[in-house]
């Protein structure tokens, strides 16, 4: 077996959350979602009821105020990662948002995990200035990450 973790950024389309659960669920993963602050209340009640059915779906305790700009999206992600650290038999998680669609079956996922070997697979895109110091060397040089 080889299971894995979803960590999942929601804030509105419930039905949408609830038919990419039923098309990816899987009974040895693990799924987390952090609640956005500001999603209405009859979101937040629909997704508590979901992670009651199932007990491997959770809800992170702590709701962010989360926006189009990534404000507190990494904060959310971290702290579904928090509740999914506990259950230590996954060997992947995937992060991903509210719309995010999974293309793979599970089987295929595991396949393509496994040809990892333990590596990650981050995607990267230019930042906007307003969100980071634009003084600074971000080069790899200037994070002097390695000694030579």
């Known amino acids: 077996m080889f299971p894995l973790a979803f960590a999942r950024n929601v804030y509105k389309d419930y039905l949408f959350i609830e038919a990419e659960l039923a098309t990816i669920y899987a009974p040895q993963n693990s799924y987390c979602y952090s609640i956005d602050s500001d999603a209405d ?3 937040k009640s ?3 009821a979901l992670s009651n059915c199932f007990d491997n779906v959770f809800i992170a305790p702590k709701e962010f105020s989360l926006n189009s700009d990534g404000h507190d999206m990494d904060m959310a992600h971290l702290a579904c990662l928090e509740i999914l650290r506990k259950d230590k038999s996954w060997k992947y998680v995937a992060l991903l948002q509210n719309h995010d669609t999974v293309i793979k079956t599970n089987a295929e996922l595991v396949q393509i995990y496994t040809w990892f070997n333990g590596s990650n697979d981050v995607g990267t895109c230019q930042m906007t200035p ?6 600074l060397d971000w080069s ?3 994070s002097k990450l390695f000694k030579n």
Request: net charge positive; no cysteine.
């Open 41 to 43: 209340e009859r979101f």
């Open 140 to 142: 790899f040089r200037g």
């Open 130 to 135: 307003n969100l980071y110091d634009t003084t």
């Open 46 to 48: 629909r997704m508590h």
